[in-house]
């Protein structure tokens, strides 16, 4: 199922003229580099992933505990990761160097990006480079005025998160949040993507435990009956608590080699450059370098000697080679799907 959508995303891209032959081939090549093992990938990475902003709304269960971001991975004590926004020059700056090379532009991490300010000039920016863009949304802050924004701006790809139909069940995981909100937010937008005859992409991403198993049903009849794509994505990896705090346990990690590394560089809101999204809440301050108006560009960063080092490493060790890394099972790049790790990732469910 996923692979049919990503094709249904691919043909309307190339109908935008936001896929061309030069981003195809910067793809295949970053991907040669990967299979072949190779330290050093093609002239840019394939995809750009940017945050907004690393502040949130709601308080999800592994994530937020209503005034800041508990560190998940930490070493010896957990630290409140500081928030913010990113300098929206840096960003045009990122989006100049790239746009004819990445293949999109996905603008969220570890945040709410409907928070910041800046998003609708942002997304007008990559509009204006014909660069594709993503974000990923609760949907709370979805109104009819955003939405409209959202549109005009030619956002490519939208996904709305949520882990139950139900107020009792969805309640459990996103706290603060009100699914009866969310849903008359999603059934809104599509509404007025039907208005202005856009071709926005709209999915709904149902994180699956067991305990919300019941729901997934409902979830799929109510996107067929307003016309938007489902998808599902197994509970995130166990966690266990130490005085309070939220740590993820050591689970075996993928025997194959993460291609994050050869396809996507993540810019955070603090202009450091991170090797995936998951150590934007890591206690670990590996960082591959900084992005800002001094630094290099971002291709020289890309195959600068900490990302080859990195690379050469993993390339080396595996996943065990990291902290973050050494306890990650998930696959390869798609859309958040992970249905194969259904034993671990329900574990946390008792702690709810």
């Not at 500081?82 to 991490?109: H, V």
């Not at 435990?209 to 599902?232: A, M, P, Q």
Request: glycine letters at 6%.
């Amino acid at each position: 199922m996923e692979f049919l959508l990503k094709i249904k995303l691919f043909i309307n891209l190339i109908s935008k003229s936001k896929i061309t032959l030069r981003k195809l081939n910067n793809f295949i090549k970053n991907n040669a580099a990967y299979y072949l093992k190779r330290t050093t990938a093609s002239i840019s990475p394939s995809m750009l992933i940017v945050e907004p902003t690393n502040s949130c709304n709601l308080s999800c269960t592994s994530c937020r505990d209503g005034h800041g971001i508990y560190d998940l991975v930490w070493e010896s004590a957990p630290k409140k990761i500081p928030l913010g926004n990113i300098d929206i020059n840096n960003y045009k700056k990122a989006i100049d160097e790239l746009k004819d090379d990445i293949l999109c532009c996905i603008l969220y991490l570890q945040g709410e990006p409907l928070l910041s300010t800046n998003l609708i000039e942002m997304l007008g920016y990559a509009k204006k480079s014909r660069v594709a863009t993503m974000i990923a949304t609760n949907g709370m802050l979805l109104t009819s005025e955003i939405s409209r924004q959202l549109i005009e701006s030619d956002l490519d790809f939208i996904k709305i998160v949520i882990s139950g139909f139900s107020q009792e069940v969805y309640g459990k995981y996103h706290k603060k949040g009100d699914v009866e909100i969310v849903k008359n937010n999603i059934r809104n937008l599509v509404k007025i993507r039907k208005e202005r005859n856009s071709h926005l992409f709209i999915m709904l991403d149902y994180i699956l435990f067991e305990y919300n198993t019941h729901e997934l049903s409902l979830v799929r009849d109510f996107c067929k009956e307003i016309g938007i794509e489902s998808i599902t994505r197994i509970g995130f990896k166990p966690f266990k608590t130490q005085e309070g705090f939220l740590e993820l346990e050591r689970v075996a990690p993928s025997a194959k080699l993460c291609d994050w590394l050869w396809n996507i560089m993540i810019l955070n809101w603090d202009k450091t450059l991170m090797p995936c999204c998951a150590f934007a809440t890591s206690s670990s301050s590996f960082r591959l370098g900084s992005f800002d108006e001094t630094a290099d560009s971002l291709k020289a960063i890309w195959n600068s000697a900490s990302y080859k080092a990195f690379r050469k490493r993993h390339i080396e060790k595996g996943r065990g080679g990291f902290l973050v890394c050494d306890r990650c099972n998930y696959g390869k790049i798609g859309l958040q799907t992970d249905t194969k790790n259904s034993s671990t990732a329900w574990s946390i469910n008792k702690d709810f």
